[in-house]
Nanobody, 124 residues
């Protein structure tokens, strides 16, 4: 599966953005999908994931309660709605996909398919 993330940009603190990640392939609905982010000089960080059954896993981080992941299998797309953005949310956001099971949704090493990333910059 190939992934293409979009929707990043420059936004003021308190604003919102919706990221999209479009996937190719006919087996999209069998994959679990995740969003990760990486700030400059920091490790890649799990944001949220959604299983093939629609169950949502959210990182225990400052993003919880502000970010919402969803998927539209008819459009082969996963979304990340980001509200009340903060400067610390700045980074490159990546979407990922794979056949994840158990409690490994937050482990980026378990995902073999990645989009190229989209840059989100939140100004104060």
């Amino acid at each position: 599966v190939q992934l293409q993330a979009s929707g990043g940009g420059l936004v003021q603190a308190g604003g919102s953005l919706r990221l999209s990640c479009a996937a190719s392939g006919r087996t999209f609905n069998t994959y679990s999908l995740g969003w990760f982010r990486q700030a400059t000089g920091k490790e890649r960080e799990f944001v949220a994931a959604i299983t093939r059954n629609g169950a949502i896993v959210t990182a225990d981080s400052s993003a919880r309660g502000r970010f919402t992941i969803s998927r539209d299998n008819a459009k082969n797309t996963v979304y990340l709605q980001m509200n009340s953005l903060k400067p610390e949310d700045t980074g490159v956001y990546y979407c990922a996909a794979d056949l994840i099971s158990g409690s490994r949704y937050g482990d980026y090493t378990k995902y073999n398919y990645w989009g190229r990333g989209t840059l989100v910059t939140v100004s104060s």
